[in-house]
């Protein structure tokens, strides 16, 4: 196939009006996330790994409500200090590594976020993080849920340096066949979203898949090489 056409986005180009500065790493991960302005365009998350937004390489991701044209509307910064993000970022988390859209985990009708942090330093060095955001239809946040080695309920032992969320692909899939083998070079950690007012649960597997005592079909996969 062929390019029919394109558009840069940039801080320059594309009807972009944020601020970007030097290294923020502006396309660091990129997620599709639905119509949320509801203009019959779908738009986008963008990540920004080495934003400074509350101290160095802290991160952030930035919503875009894109025009039929493929050029910027409206944006709206995620970060330490916009975007009505009020969970603790640390110098380094690099918040924005990798993005996903995982659907509609609170039944709103708006589209959630997760978003890899792999720099966080909870329970030690570099063992890394997962965001999931909840946004509302201006992209910014009505809430948002930690997940590391100390929040989130989440019950696998990381590493320093394991560096989680720093995968490369966030996915979100179903199965109905436990205990079939990955492929042996990934490593799968299987996040699984609770029910209305549930915990969080999760399941280091290795190179075969668990499933989890809730029965819950739905699973977030974070794949990072080993």
Known sequence: GSVKSQQKISAERGGFEGNLDSNDRFGSALAGIGDLDA??????????????????????????FLNAD????????????EGKFNGDLG???????????IGDLDGDGITDLAVGAPGSDDGGTDRGALWLLFPDASGELRSE???????????????????????RELAVGYT????????????????????????????????????????IPQYLFWISSR
């Open 91 to 101: 110098d380094g988390d690099a918040f924005g590594s990798a993005l996903a859209d």
């Open 176 to 215: 109905d066949e436990p205990g079939q083998p990955l492929l042996p070079q990934w490593t799968f950690t299987i996040v699984i979203p609770p029910p209305a007012a549930g915990p969080f649960t999760a399941a280091m597997t290795g190179c075969e898949m668990r499933r989890s005592s809730l029965m």
């Open 39 to 64: 203009n019959g365009v779908n738009d986008l998350a963008v990540g920004a790994s080495g934003d400074d937004d509350g101290g160095t390489d802290r991160g952030a991701v930035w919503i875009l």
């Open 145 to 167: 849920l930690k997940i590391s080695a100390t929040a989130g309920n989440f019950d696998t032992d990381l590493g320093d340096g394991d560096r989680f969320g720093a995968g």
């Open 70 to 81: 493929g050029t910027v509307d409206t944006e709206q910064k995620i970060s330490q200090s």
